[in-house]
């Protein structure tokens, strides 16, 4: 979760979250159903977040190409350890978005790791304030990307508003 605010306080929020999550969560299988969710994990990270938005009234997101990239690339970056877990980088991944989009009228970032399934993850992040925050912002364009290291899988959902 950011906000391009605070980030010594995000950064040690966002630690606590990723240790509950991968302490917490033992029933994910890195499946979900697929009556309901089906495809990639990307689609189905999107499937649970636009499920949680609509019941709360709000519009779905779009999943776009250009800012699932960004999220792939932090995602893989994790993974493979060149950069930390959190969200150096943000700024960045913003600008390139802009870069190709247009200007961003606003933005956030939730990340997550474990040994998660996607209605896992999503749900970790709602139970979690300044994450459910960000999923229930006025945005209305998402980026998910995943990367897998060992058992552990690590994620990024990248909300603009555009």
């Given at each position: 979760?950011?906000?391009?605010?605070?980030?010594?306080?995000?950064?040690?929020?966002?630690?606590m979250?990723?240790?509950?999550?991968?302490?917490?969560?033992?029933?994910?299988?890195?499946?979900?159903?697929?009556?309901?969710?089906?495809?990639s994990?990307?689609?189905?990270?999107l499937?649970?977040?636009?499920?949680?938005?609509?019941?709360?009234?709000?519009?779905?997101?779009?999943?776009?190409?250009?800012?699932?990239?960004?999220?792939?690339?932090?995602?893989?970056?994790?993974?493979?350890?060149?950069?930390?877990?959190?969200?150096?980088?943000?700024?960045?991944?913003?600008?390139?978005?802009?870069?190709?989009?247009?200007r961003?009228?606003?933005?956030?970032?939730?990340?997550?790791?474990?040994t998660?399934?996607?209605?896992?993850?999503?749900?970790?992040?709602?139970?979690?304030?300044?994450?459910?925050?960000?999923?229930?912002?006025?945005?209305?364009?998402?980026?998910?990307?995943?990367?897998?290291?060992?058992?552990?899988?690590?994620?990024?959902?990248?909300?603009?508003?555009h």
């Amino acid at each position: 979760m950011l906000i391009l605010k605070n980030r010594r306080i995000l950064a040690l929020l966002i630690a606590m979250f990723a240790v509950f999550q991968v302490s917490a969560c033992s029933r994910a299988t890195g499946k979900a159903d697929s009556s309901t969710a089906g495809g990639s994990m990307d689609e189905q990270i999107l499937y649970y977040t636009n499920k949680f938005r609509q019941s709360h009234g709000l519009k779905p997101l779009q999943l776009d190409e250009t800012i699932s990239q960004q999220a792939r690339r932090h995602s893989r970056d994790m993974a493979n350890g060149s950069t930390g877990f959190g969200h150096e980088g943000f700024e960045d991944r913003v600008a390139n978005v802009s870069k190709k989009m247009g200007r961003v009228g606003a933005a956030a970032e939730n990340v997550a790791y474990g040994t998660l399934d996607a209605e896992s993850v999503v749900d970790g992040w709602i139970k979690s304030p300044g994450h459910r925050k960000n999923m229930l912002g006025d945005y209305n364009l998402i980026g998910i990307g995943t990367a897998e290291k060992g058992r552990l899988t690590f994620f990024t959902q990248v909300f603009i508003k555009h």
